[in-house]
């Protein structure tokens, strides 16, 4: 899974978790390979968190 802002709308987070979210998903894209790395695996424990109901992995 490509995660995308409408991934992250669709867990319905709001306030802090919402701006750190989107936050995750602009540094996912970085050019900085350590930085995208380490986004993505806070963005596929964000989504296992937020209880999807299925094991996602977020790749570039």
């Given at each position: 899974?490509?995660?995308?802002?409408?991934d992250?709308?669709?867990?319905?987070?709001?306030?802090?978790?919402?701006q750190?979210?989107?936050?995750?998903?602009?540094r996912?894209?970085?050019?900085?390979?350590?930085?995208?790395?380490?986004?993505?695996?806070?963005?596929?424990?964000?989504?296992?968190?937020?209880?999807?109901?299925?094991?996602q992995?977020?790749?570039?």
């Amino acid at each position: 899974m490509i995660a995308d802002p409408s991934d992250v709308s669709e867990l319905g987070l709001r306030g802090y978790a919402a701006q750190a979210a989107d936050e995750l998903v602009e540094r996912a894209a970085s050019d900085d390979p350590a930085a995208a790395a380490a986004a993505r695996s806070a963005l596929t424990l964000l989504f296992r968190l937020a209880g999807t109901g299925e094991r996602q992995e977020v790749r570039r």
